[in-house]
């Protein structure tokens, strides 16, 4: 017989059922409020987050999955999730997840994934993966981090970082422009790229060098030119501003011309005005965006690589005009040499000859009293060798060593010997004369190759001033020499004799009456040095600088006057000291000149009294100028 519960049995019975009630009630309320907030953390997650159950359709997708690719949860829900991943990616999840190890639950992924517009993004994937008992996958949670911006700000700085390294490598301007073009083109996914640049006159643009795809498109854009008013980029020149362009309408006359010049069709374009700190010289533009299109990023590693390029290539521009300069420059030096070569061997004849004649004519003028003609004939002779003297001076500036006068006419003297005989014996009566014109040919037209001497510079230097002293008697000007014992210098002695006389001249010829003239000669570290200071009205600081550069007179133009050598001021060809300065770089001495110009006598004026005393008389004052040309000659090896 079963025994009725009595009623305590009864309520400790009801009274449990209720607390197991409550119990299933707040466990129910608590998983509620779990998935509550999970889907709340879920949705206000930053990052955008999609569930997959077991069939691997998507069962869920928080806020900031449809905030960065557009998709709807209503429009994915129940679909494949690959429906983001491009065609060659859609099995990458699964194809990963069979490589975990079975005791790994989570997998990270670098790959890309489409928005609903289909533009391509740069994602980092972070995967929770549920596993069955036999490691089979169920129930996944998709977190994705859009990195697609984050890389593109890295491939901008480290282009930038290139292109900034690189651009002093590239000083012709065309290969500049290929680099940074290329660059562009790289960075912003384009079909090419240009530096469109404005001519001097700032009313042409033309394109010296280009990047795209096709190469044979690339050589026709190269070196194509436009009007001003023939591209969009003339606008962003008028108003300064850059600008973006993604549909461009067919029927626009300045697009059609443009595209039927350059070969091809320019859908979308970006410009960027290069400026410099006064003008703008160009345009930085890129066309037919590959992927989606121009933005505010674009326009943004534009403008920068616009301001980090625009200087260089406004250097490399002046740099390859003065190339264009040099080469030029070079060409008329040519021309000078040349010219300098051909004067000196065409004064070598009739200047021979004319000396030769002279002589005749002054025995043939002895029966007429000599205070008749001898002033004449001397101002000839005088003015004769001067140019004898340029000649020479001309001479040894070509360095020129085959001389074929000589050739031409010792072979005609050969040819002709017999006629010339009987001719000269005829009209002279004299014996031997072709030896004698034989001989005065070989002592025109024939260089000696100089010898290397060991010389004594200070034994050297006295022997030259003793033999100057009597051609400069009729100056009031004194040489004071301090003249030390010195070692052996190695040079021919014809250069040497030529530099010392030349000057200690123009130390006399720019030192009034009544001045000094100091030579000195004292040994210095490795070598002897060997010094002329005048005390003259001295040179402004341009002549200096180009004294030792040839055919250039120290004085004024409307001021030079050719007088006697060693006459104050006596004016000069211009070439001495650069003959001077060949020799130096032949014979390794250094020349060099100091000056200072006298206070007494302005920069653009020349004239100065020709004595001391007239200086001081005038202006109360000595003469204030110096100037000092210093040779160093390295001693003689043993």
């Given at each position: ?79 494949k999730e ?33 928005t609903k517009n ?14 069955d008992?036999?490691?089979?996958p ?5 977190v ?10 890295k ?17 012709d ?6 680099y940074?073009n ?5 960075l ?5 790229a ?13 394109l ?5 795809d ?7 854009i ?19 501003k ?51 299109d ?42 000078k ?20 004649s ?49 050739k ?11 006629e ?6 005829e ?7 072709i ?48 003249l ?7 040079i ?16 006399v ?20 040095q ?90 109360k ?14 001693i003689?090896?043993?």
């Open positions: 017989m079963v025994k009725k519960p009595t009623y305590e049995q009864l309520e400790l019975e009801k009274k449990a059922f209720k607390s197991k009630s409550l119990n299933v009630e707040e466990a129910d309320q608590k998983t509620r409020d779990v998935k509550r907030d999970y889907k709340r953390f879920l949705q206000f997650l930053p990052y955008p987050v999609l569930v997959r159950d077991v069939n691997g359709l998507v069962s869920y997708l928080n806020p900031a999955f449809t905030r960065t690719f557009g998709w709807t949860s209503k429009e994915l829900k129940g679909k690959n429906l983001c991943s491009p065609n060659s990616l859609k099995n990458e999840i699964n194809d990963e997840i069979k490589k975990l190890p079975v005791h790994k639950n989570i997998l990270h992924l670098t790959t890309k994934r489409l289909r533009k391509l993004l740069d994602v980092v994937i972070r995967i929770g993966v549920d596993k008992q036999n490691n089979n169920g129930e996944m949670i998709i994705l981090k859009d990195i697609t911006m984050e890389l593109r700000n491939r901008n700085r480290n282009a930038m970082n290139r292109i900034s390294q690189a651009l002093p490598q590239y000083p301007l065309k290969k500049l422009l290929f940074v290329t660059e562009i083109k790289e912003l996914g384009t079909q090419g240009n530096t469109i640049l404005l001519d001097k006159s700032q009313k042409h643009f033309y010296l060098s280009a990047a795209h096709d190469p044979k498109t690339r050589e026709r190269e070196n194509t030119k436009f009007s001003i008013d023939e591209l969009l980029a003339g606008q962003v020149v008028k108003t300064g850059p600008m973006i362009v993604n549909q461009l309408s067919k029927s626009q006359h300045k697009q059609s011309s443009r595209d039927q010049k350059i070969g091809y069709r320019v859908k979308n374009v970006i410009l960027v005005p290069l400026k410099t700190s006064d003008s703008t010289i160009g345009i930085l533009a890129a066309d037919n965006k590959k992927t989606g121009f933005d505010n990023t674009d326009l943004e590693i534009l403008n920068t690589i616009a301001a980090t390029v625009a200087l260089s290539i406004e250097n490399a521009r002046v740099s390859r005009e003065l190339r264009k300069a040099y080469e030029e420059l070079k060409s008329l030096n040519n021309a040499d040349k010219m300098i070569n051909h004067l000196s061997h065409e004064l070598k004849t009739p200047v021979a000859i004319l000396l030769s002279f002589k005749i004519l002054s025995k043939r003028l002895d029966d007429i009293p000599v205070q008749t003609w001898q002033p004449t004939i001397e101002r000839i002779q005088r003015n004769l060798n001067r140019i004898v003297e340029i000649e020479d001076e001309m001479y040894d500036i070509a360095e020129q060593k085959q001389v074929f006068h000589k031409i006419y010792s072979l005609i003297l050969e040819q002709c010997q017999d010339f005989e009987t001719l000269i014996a009209e002279t009566g004299e014996k031997e004369v030896a004698k014109v034989r001989q005065k040919i070989e002592d025109i037209f024939t260089t000696k190759d100089p010898v290397i001497e060991n010389i004594n510079l200070s034994a050297f230097v006295e022997k030259r001033v003793k033999a100057i002293k009597p051609d400069m008697s009729h100056r009031d000007v004194e040489l004071i020499t301090h030390k014992s010195s070692s052996l210098i190695r021919p002695a014809e250069p040497l004799r030529k530099t010392v006389d030349g000057i200690i001249k123009n130390a010829e720019n030192t009034p009456d009544g001045g000094t003239v100091e030579i000195f000669v004292n040994q210095k570290n490795a070598g002897v060997f010094q002329v200071k005048d005390h003259g009205i001295g040179l402004t600081k341009d002549v200096q600088k180009r004294i030792f550069s040839g055919f250039f007179a120290a004085q004024e133009t409307m001021n030079y006057s050719s007088k006697r050598p060693f006459d104050f001021n006596a004016g000069g060809k211009g070439a001495d000291l650069l003959r001077m300065k060949i020799f130096s770089e032949k014979y390794n001495f250094n020349i060099s000149m100091i000056s200072k110009r006298c206070q007494h006598v302005p920069e653009n004026i020349d004239r100065c009294p020709d004595s001391i005393e007239k200086c001081k008389r005038d202006i004052s000595a003469c204030g100028g110096k100037t000092v040309v210093t040779c160093f000659f390295p003689a090896a043993t």
